[in-house]
Structure formats: structure tokens, C-alpha cells
């Protein structure tokens, strides 16, 4: 038998719902095979002749992820009744035997928390920035359109500061992130093979000035998150840490539907990315015009940000209370205000105020309603 399951894999197939298998094995053809039977057998488990003839199988099998070492394969068998769970271990091995591919199937190693997870938990004054990429079409595969490797290289540029050092980095997925031990060379083949499979990719790095972490979803749009946590708590130190990030997104702004920076209080806030903390709630204000697909759309009112040219369409030639620099296509640059005004505390309201007052008629219908 070339397929060796442990335990610890066989204990996840039995306890059933959504579950996530580490499958170990050289990325030949032969487990590529051994990859489709698996998916095709986890299928087949709702005909009524496999799995004990109870005929009911996964509700949803993803497309194999590939990581270092191997691949992530990601199964819902919340359907699956116990005498179907028992019969997995012996299906998966039948698959990996007949393709004849060496295989350990295990349960992956989770992060030991979610980078974004720990923010909640410090008191610190944080950086934010969000921006989703031009990418329409899914599933996503981070070299297939510009725009989208662009955001990969922008936000792997920031993170890394292009020192090729290791960084903690964790798959995102059922009972995830999980682990991925990963460095400057082998990152962005890494991240972008998970991003390819419509996944979303953990990242973080610590440096003497403070903490950077990232994370990158094609999931249901193409998006970066990013939070930069100084170990220097002032406004100046934050926006020190934001402003390369800033300025890679400028520079490569024709691949950016939106964008927007903002600071916040993580331990006040609760720190939920890659929403701002809404829209004035007033009852005098029009009803903000919905803008299409969610990623078409601004979702709330930061202090500087990238409209796209049909946001920018929607918006009078001059943008009330705003700094605002012109780009290549119609799109623009806008700023409200400065980081200190902007910054967690008695002033921020105001600032605020004259943000979403200027972009409310373009933040998204949908969004606005869940925030008011």
C-alpha cells in the first residue's frame, strides 16, 4: 500500500463537517491522477451503490490547493452518515493505490492563531488598508490578468520590504489557517497557486519597527487586506508604515477597482477588516446608489483612496472636503483631511463626517444598510 493515513487524519473523517486534509506527496502526474479519483470517489458517495449504499455524500469537495510539499483539499461531510465517514480512509487509499503515488494524508498544522485574530487582543494604534483589483473572472489565478498579480506583488513587496526573509503564513479554510512555512523564493508561487483554486492566503512579519500582516482572498473578488501595527505607538509611525504600501498601490492604480487606508484603535474598534465602522445614520440623507457587483463599489469613507473612473463618474467635478489628484483613465486620487485629524478619539467624528457626506452617494447600497 503506497497511501498512509494517520490518525489524526482518520479522526477528522470521522468526526465529519467541514474538514481539511494535508495530503504529502511529489507533484507528478501520477498524483494529479490520484487528486481527480479522490474527488471523483468523495462524488461518487452519494450513488447508491458506495459508501454502505446510504447514498448520501459531501456537499462540496474543493479543488485540491497546492502548498509546499504537497496540497490542502478541503471536503464538507456534514451530509455524510457515520457508516459513509467510516468508509473514507479505505476510499481514499484505493484512490492513491490504484494511481499508484505515495501519499500521507494527514491533518494539516494549524497557525497557532490568526494574525488577524491577535489584533483584537492589543492595545495598539493600527494602519489599515483595503483594496480589491480589477479581476472579474473565477476562478482566480494570480498571473491570468495584470491587474491581479499586480495586487499580489504590491502587497508581497510591502510585507517582505523585498528581503526574502521568511514569514508565517497560514492557508485560510475549513478549521484553518493552517500553517505553511514559506520564504522570499518560493512565496509568490505559493500564494498564488492557493489564490489560483479560489482561496485565501494569511500572512505576517515581524520587523524591529512593528508588525506587518496581509491578507489575500480571491474568494468571491480579488482582494488585499493589510493591517501595519507599530511598535512606535504615534500617528507619524503609522502613517511611516502605510505610505510604501500607498505608494505601490498609486503607481499601479489601473488595476484597482478601489482602495482605502484608514487608522484604527484595534482594541476599541474590534478590528474587523475589511469593513470602516459605516455610514452616519441619518434619515434626511438620500439612499446611497447601488454601484452593481460588490466589488465595484466604495465601501465606506477612508481618509485617502483610489476610485475607479465609473466611481468617479458618479461624483460632482470637485469632491467636497477633498485633496484630490487626477489619474490616467478618469480615475482619482482623494484625500480628506490629515492622519492626526483622523486618528481614534474626539476628532475623528468630524473628519469622518465630511468623508462620508462627499462619497455617500457611491458607497454601496448594501453595505451602507448593514452598517446604519
Known sequence: MTAQITPAARALLRAGGAVTLSITTADTPAARVALDETRRRLYALNDGDVGDGEGVGPSF????????????????????????????????????????????????????????????????????????????RFPFTARECASWGALLDIGLAWLTGGAGERVAAGVVGPGGPFAIDLDGADLAAAVGAVLGTGGAVELARRTPDGDRYLRLEAVL?????????????????????????????????????????????????????????????????PRPVPLGPRIDVVTAAYPWQILSPAVRTRLPERVPGAEERPLPGGGAVVRFGTWQEWAPGDGRAAARAIAWSALEPVIADDLSRRHG
Open 61 to 136: 469537495v474543493a479543488d485540491p490547493v497546492a502548498v509546499p510539499g504537497g496540497f490542502l483539499l478541503a471536503v464538507d461531510l456534514g451530509g455524510v452518515p457515520p457508516r459513509g465517514r467510516r468508509a473514507l480512509p479505505s476510499l481514499l487509499a484505493e484512490a492513491w493505490d490504484g494511481a499508484g503515488a505515495g501519499v500521507r494524508i494527514d491533518a494539516p498544522p494549524r497557525m497557532p492563531e490568526s494574525p488577524f485574530l491577535v489584533l483584537m487582543h492589543r492595545e495598539t494604534l493600527v494602519g489599515e488598508l483595503v483594496a480589491y483589483a480589477r479581476q472579474r
Open 221 to 285: 473578488h480579488a482582494a488585499l487586506s493589510a493591517a501595519w501595527l507599530p511598535s512606535e505607538q504615534s500617528v507619524a509611525a503609522v502613517a511611516a508604515g502605510l505610505d510604501p504600501l500607498i505608494a505601490l498601490l498609486e503607481r499601479q492604480a489601473d488595476g484597482v477597482l478601489w482602495a482605502g487606508a484608514d487608522l484604527k484603535d484595534s482594541t476599541r474598534s474590534g478590528y474587523a477588516l475589511p469593513y470602516a465602522d459605516g455610514p452616519i445614520a441619518t434619515d434626511d440623507r
